[in-house]
């Protein structure tokens, strides 16, 4: 058996990216990226759709089964609208009853002057109307039933996760064009409007139907926020509940052990 030989490190950690794209270009990417809700209802070039949409096929899956399936609704004005009068309503269902002061609190990062509207937005579902001025409302369908052994992933959420990785794909390549894009899940909240959805573009029972991700023009740039939480409040080091250190902070810590033992070193030095 001939063995191969092993990788050097320069070769393992070759970069798949051109010289134009660094990792700090690709982490500001993230960083910036938002929820553009507000679309000029104007058309993409076509190749910059299906540059956008082919993103989504990388994404990886169990087994590379690829269950997702999105439906891509461009021309039908209609189902636009119709998407758009559903989202409107289940909006206005989850945030109509919400207390002022429980979304103020969300809306925190916007300047005082807009976040009234906002929330009158919020609340009247008005905000969440944006399918119809997207020129791609893409209909995200998971299947939690095409996996070829049940043994193999028993988990039921595998379909969404794969629909999510290709979401993600796609909103990054479209941000990084500068156009819009919204995940829009409330139209599948409700069984109701699942089942007409699904009849009404022909989507089979296998397939779940869990968001409409839209993209258009965007109106206007988004300002930076919400934030996120710091690094030591989603991830944990070794144990559940141990905060993860932040670079930062180990330095910090390390620093000031240094100081500590310098100055005890001089005391010493003195008391001899
Ligand atoms: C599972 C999921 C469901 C979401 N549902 C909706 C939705 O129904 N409508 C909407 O406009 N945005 C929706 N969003 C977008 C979030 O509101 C948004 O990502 C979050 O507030 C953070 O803002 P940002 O995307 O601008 O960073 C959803 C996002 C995820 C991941």
């Given at each position: 058996m001939t063995q191969s030989k092993p990788q050097s490190k320069e070769q393992r950690l070759a970069?798949?990216?051109?010289?134009?794209?660094?990792t700090d270009q690709i982490v500001e990417l993230i960083r910036m990226r938002r929820s553009i809700?507000?679309?000029?209802g104007e058309r993409l070039p076509d190749e910059d759709l299906e540059l956008i949409l082919d993103a989504a096929r990388y994404a990886p899956s169990p087994e590379n089964m690829q269950m997702m399936r999105f439906v891509v609704i461009r021309d039908d004005q209609e189902m636009k609208r119709i998407i758009a009068d559903i989202s409107q309503e289940a909006a206005r269902y989850v945030f109509?009853?919400?207390p002022y002061e429980a979304t103020q609190g969300r809306l925190w990062y916007l300047p005082d002057a807009s976040r009234p509207s906002t929330y009158e937005e919020m609340r009247d579902g008005s905000?969440?109307?944006?399918p119809e001025k997207a020129d791609a409302v893409i209909v995200c369908c998971a299947s939690e039933?095409?996996?070829?052994?049940?043994?193999?992933?028993?988990?039921?959420?595998c379909g969404s996760v794969v629909v999510a990785m290709g979401v993600l794909n796609m909103w990054l390549v479209a941000h990084s064009m500068g156009y819009a894009c919204a995940y829009q899940a409330v139209p599948f909240a409700d069984k109701r409007h699942v089942e007409f959805i699904c009849d009404k573009i022909g989507i089979p029972r296998t397939w779940t139907p869990i968001a409409a991700f839209c993209i258009g023009i965007p109106e206007k740039p988004r300002m930076l926020g919400p934030s996120r939480w710091p690094l030591e409040g989603s991830f944990y080091a070794e144990?559940?509940?141990v905060p993860y250190q932040r670079l930062a902070f180990r330095n910090q810590k390390a620093k000031k052990a240094k100081q500590k033992s310098k100055i005890k070193r001089k005391k010493m030095k003195v008391q001899r």
């Open positions: 970069k798949p990216l051109g010289k134009n794209a660094t809700r507000q679309m000029t109509g009853n919400f905000l969440f109307r944006y039933t095409w996996h070829d052994s049940t043994a193999m992933y028993p988990n039921e959420l144990r559940w509940g």
